[in-house]
């Protein structure tokens, strides 16, 4: 069984930065290094959205128009961690954030395409 941690979110002030990071645990060493993997969000009251992917070998990436050039999702695949470095943030970002592997090593901005998942870490954003 794959286990995704999340860590690094936190309460930040408007403009600040974070920088968010899925580790990998079980018994496989290879349990992301692999695989794409993703970043959703979802705020209160709001339906689970993608934020970022990243491919099995680091070469492709892809990001909602909403973080476009605030964020930027990367990995260490010798560390089988990915994270999420988040700048210039606002008070919209406010929202849980978790990883998840997807099926394959090719990224996807589909929710569908990711099998497993991390519990999350809160990201709030004061104004």
């Known amino acids: 069984q794959v286990q995704l941690v999340e860590s690094g979110g936190g309460l930040v002030q408007a403009g600040g930065s974070l920088r968010l990071s899925c580790a990998a645990s079980?018994?496989?060493?290879?349990?992301?290094?692999?695989?794409?993997v993703g970043w959703f969000r979802q705020a209160p009251g709001k339906e689970r959205e993608f934020v970022a992917a990243?491919?099995?070998?680091?070469?492709?990436?892809y990001y909602a128009d909403s973080v476009k050039g605030r964020f930027t999702i990367s990995r260490d695949n010798a560390e089988n961690t990915v994270y999420l470095q988040m700048n210039s943030l606002k008070p919209e970002d406010t929202a849980v954030y978790s990883c998840a592997r997807s099926t394959g090593g090719t990224a996807s901005v589909r929710i569908y395409d990711y099998s497993y998942w991390g519990q999350g870490t809160q990201v709030t954003v004061s104004s």
């Open positions: 079980g018994r496989t060493f290879s349990s992301i290094s692999r695989y794409a």
């Open positions: 990243i491919s099995w070998s680091g070469s492709n990436t």
